[in-house]
C-alpha cells in the first residue's frame, strides 16, 4: 500500500471515529442529594451528627457558602461507584448543581467523614476527570500485540451541559508500537487539561510478534 493510501485511509479511519464519538455523546449522569443546614458548626456537633449516620457537607464555590449534613447512605450512587457523576444539592428550599471537590475518610474504618461539593455557575467552566473506555479491535492486537492501557479517567474541561459521561478512544487503527496520546483526544466543546503528550493507550510488541519478525528476517 501506497504511502498516500496509508494516510487516506488513517484519516478517513479517524473521522469516523469521531463522528461516531458525536453521535453517541451521552451527557454526564446526575445523582439526587437531599441535606439539611447544620444549625451549629463545630467538631462536637460533627461527632455527634455521624453518629447518626449523617455526613457533614459544605458547598462554595457560588455566592454563597453552605454547611448541612447528608444522611451517608444517599453517597452510594456518587462516590462508591466507578461512574463519574454529578449531584443535584437540595436542603432549606434551594436546589445547586454541584461537583465533588474533596471527600474525607477515616484512616481506621474508612467512613466516609466530610465532602466539600463545588457548585456548578451557569456558564462557567468546570474542571473534572472523567473515565476512559476503550474500544474497537486493533490491528496490533490481532497480529500478536499486547494493548497497554495507561490511564483510568482524563482531566477535562468545560461547561457541564458539554461534559460526556465517559471518553471513548478507539483503537481500531492501532498497530504494533502505535499509542493514543492525549493531543490526539478530541471532544466537542471539551478541552482536555492532561499532558498532551501522556500515553493513554499502546499496543505493544510481545514476545511472540518479536520472534516472528526475527524468523522472517533470516529468512
Given at each position: ?136 479491535t486493533s490491528p496490533g492486537v490481532l497480529r500478536g500485540g499486547k494493548l497497554a492501557k495507561k490511564v483510568r479517567k482524563l482531566k ?25 496520546r492525549v493531543s490526539d483526544v478530541k471532544v466537542p466543546n471539551i478541552t482536555v487539561v492532561d499532558n498532551p503528550g501522556k500515553i ?20
Amino acid at each position: 500500500m501506497s504511502v498516500f493510501l496509508k494516510e487516506k485511509n488513517v484519516f478517513l479511519q479517524t473521522f469516523f471515529d469521531q463522528l461516531l464519538l458525536t453521535l453517541n455523546f451521552k451527557r454526564m449522569k446526575s445523582v439526587s442529594i437531599s441535606g439539611s443546614l447544620r444549625e451549629n458548626v463545630g467538631k462536637r456537633d460533627a461527632k455527634a451528627q455521624r453518629a447518626q449516620g449523617l455526613v457533614p457537607c459544605v458547598i462554595y464555590g457560588g455566592k454563597q457558602q453552605y454547611q448541612f449534613v447528608v444522611d451517608q447512605r444517599q453517597f452510594k450512587d456518587l462516590i462508591y461507584t466507578p461512574e463519574v457523576k454529578y449531584a443535584e444539592v437540595e436542603f432549606d428550599g434551594k436546589k445547586f448543581n454541584a461537583i465533588l471537590q474533596e471527600t474525607q475518610f477515616h484512616p481506621v474504618t474508612d467512613k466516609l467523614l466530610h465532602v466539600d461539593f463545588l457548585e456548578v455557575v451557569e456558564n462557567k467552566p468546570i474542571t473534572i476527570e472523567i473515565p476512559v473506555k476503550v474500544t474497537g479491535t486493533s490491528p496490533g492486537v490481532l497480529r500478536g500485540g499486547k494493548l497497554a492501557k495507561k490511564v483510568r479517567k482524563l482531566k477535562v474541561r468545560g461547561l457541564l451541559e458539554n461534559v460526556p459521561e465517559y471518553i471513548e478512544l478507539s483503537i481500531n487503527g492501532l498497530e504494533i508500537n502505535d499509542s493514543i496520546r492525549v493531543s490526539d483526544v478530541k471532544v466537542p466543546n471539551i478541552t482536555v487539561v492532561d499532558n498532551p503528550g501522556k500515553i493513554l493507550v499502546s499496543v505493544l510488541t510481545s514476545r511472540n510478534v518479536s520472534e516472528a519478525t526475527t524468523e522472517e528476517a533470516a529468512e
